[in-house]
């Protein structure tokens, strides 16, 4: 069975620095997906990025990039100028062929002015 | 483009009671997943439903089912609840074609068990 981990249940950054959250994850498969969300108290789950395993290149969004090692299953969330907005608990997640996603335990962030 | 909608947003029911909860995915998109997210246990995958056919299936107990209609609009149905059953529901839907693994999710419906 695949398996999510996420080793750091809380981080905190200032706010306009930068701010890296790690996921390791476990699986035999070769085609997968990879994802993180994030979850403000409203509890809306926000996807904020994702990633093809096939693709080597890192994938991008705005303020929000990865860092995709796929032989070390592990994939890691850079964001960038932090706001006060991105406060909230992150989730990895994986998806391949067949399945749900499987989650990771979660990582609250916390901004500080 | 409206999001995913799910009714009600709070329920509270009574053990041994059975409950219904309701899934609107966006429009075009024809796949529906359900999670339950507690404290314990964190995020946990259900089913997924697509074209009326269940599709994919978590280790879940028989209390839990579910149903897609023509509509692709779906519904899970929790029989006999238990205490343990209070959780946030989250309903995801998928759009056809090439990034038919993202998922996009609802509000979610948050059960509470007395």
């Known amino acids: 069975a695949q398996t999510v981990t996420q080793s750091q249940p809380e981080m905190s950054v200032q706010e306009a620095e930068t701010v890296t959250l790690s996921c390791t994850y476990d699986t035999s498969e070769s085609d997968y997906y990879l994802f993180w969300y994030k979850q403000p108290p409203s509890r809306q789950m926000i996807l904020v990025i994702r990633?093809?395993?096939?693709?080597?290149q890192n994938a991008t969004e705005n303020r929000f990039s990865v860092n995709f090692q796929k032989a070390a299953k592990s994939f890691s969330l850079k964001i960038s100028d932090s706001q006060l907005g991105d406060a909230a608990m992150y989730f990895c997640?994986?998806?391949?062929?067949?399945?749900?996603?499987?989650f990771g335990e979660g990582t609250q962030l916390t901004v500080n002015p | 483009k409206a999001g995913v909608t799910q009714t009600p947003r709070y329920l509270i029911k009574t053990r041994g009671q059975q409950v219904t909860l309701s899934c609107s995915p966006i429009?075009?998109?024809?796949?529906v997943s359900w999670y339950q997210q507690t404290p314990g246990q964190g995020l946990q995958f259900l089913f997924e439903?697509?074209?009326?056919?269940?599709?994919n299936k978590g280790n879940f107990p028989g209390r839990f089912s579910g149903r897609q209609f023509s509509n692709s609009r779906s519904e899970m149905n929790v029989s006999t609840l238990e205490l343990g059953d209070s959780a946030l529901y989250l309903c995801?839907?998928?759009?056809?074609?090439?990034?038919?693994?993202?998922?996009?999710f609802g509000p979610g419906t948050r059960l509470t068990v007395l």
């Open positions: 429009s075009g998109h024809r796949s």
């Open positions: 997640a994986y998806r391949s062929a067949g399945s749900g996603l499987t």
């Open positions: 995801a839907s998928s759009p056809p074609g090439v990034s038919t693994d993202t998922q996009y």
């Open positions: 990633q093809e395993a096939y693709k080597q």
């Open positions: 439903y697509f074209s009326e056919t269940q599709r």
